[in-house]
């Protein structure tokens, strides 16, 4: 089964930037993850103060906004999507993601529709 393991930054410094493990850190896990073929995808994003955020008006107009205005001291980071067997099996790889030491790892499944 399919779970993205969605990697939230537990705060964010003046310049939207994450507080982070090391590079090394990152490069293991993910050394890790890919030798266990488990690895289906994964991102690391850039920069919240690179964010634009799209809304759609009730008169159907399109609105953007610049910049990082999220409402919350977590940033989303970056994400890996992993197949492995159950829920626990991605807990598991959640628990061991540098993420998951100065910020969180949220876990949820990929819905596979029919078809």
């Known amino acids: 089964m399919k779970y993205m393991l969605l990697i939230n930054a537990g705060?964010?410094?003046?310049?939207?930037?994450?507080?982070?493990?090391?590079v090394e850190d990152w490069?293991?896990?993910?050394?890790?993850?890919?030798?266990?073929?488990?690895?289906v995808s994964?991102?690391?994003l850039a920069d919240l103060?690179?964010?634009?955020?799209?809304q759609v008006g009730q008169d159907g107009r399109r609105i953007?906004?610049?910049g990082p205005f999220a409402e919350t001291r977590e940033v989303l980071g970056g994400f890996y999507v992993?197949?492995?067997?159950?829920?626990?099996a991605a807990l598991d790889w959640a628990a061991r993601c540098p993420g998951a030491r100065d910020g969180s790892v949220v876990v949820r499944p990929v819905a596979e529709f029919g078809g």
């Open 11 to 22: 705060a964010v410094d003046a310049d939207g930037k994450a507080a982070e493990c090391g």
């Open 27 to 39: 490069m293991a896990y993910d050394k890790e993850v890919k030798e266990a073929g488990i690895f």
């Open 42 to 44: 994964g991102e690391s």
């Open 49 to 54: 103060v690179t964010a634009t955020a799209v």
């Open 64 to 66: 953007v906004t610049d």
């Open 82 to 88: 992993i197949d492995v067997p159950d829920l626990d």
